[in-house]
């Protein structure tokens, strides 16, 4: 079965830290672009982060410096560590795999309150 389960959310304060996973199966994990998108209420889905199959990540500008994407191909894994979060990051966070086709997860919720 081909699937992204995403876990980590919850809830943060401003300035806090979280640290996403999302682990693949059914598919050769190994060979796909893995991304992290989020979207809040009432916004379109933006895409966070992304990571090639060679390791080449890149952000969107709001996250540069706060934000690593990684991966762990041996566990099917991709990671978003997210640093000095702020109330507007409050989103859910989706995985996603590309190759010739598009996968999603089915999001997890970060809320970023005091």
């Known amino acids: 079965q081909v699937q992204l389960v995403e876990s980590g959310g919850g809830l943060v304060q401003p300035g806090g830290s979280l640290r996403l996973s999302c682990t693949a199966s059914?598919?050769?994990?190994?060979?796909?672009?893995m991304g992290w998108y989020r979207q809040a209420p009432g916004n379109q889905r933006e895409l966070v982060a992304r990571?090639?199959?060679?390791?080449?990540?890149t952000y969107t500008d709001s996250v540069k410096g706060r934000f690593t994407i990684s991966r762990d191909n041996a566990k099917n894994t991709v990671y978003l560590q997210m640093n000095a979060l702020n109330p507007e990051e409050t989103a859910v966070y989706y995985c996603?795999?590309?190759?010739?086709?598009?996968?999603w997860g089915q999001g997890t919720q970060v809320t970023v309150s005091s």
């Open positions: 996603n795999a590309e190759k010739l086709t598009t996968l």
């Open positions: 059914g598919i050769i994990f190994s060979r796909y672009v």
């Open positions: 990571i090639t199959p060679v390791y080449m990540a």
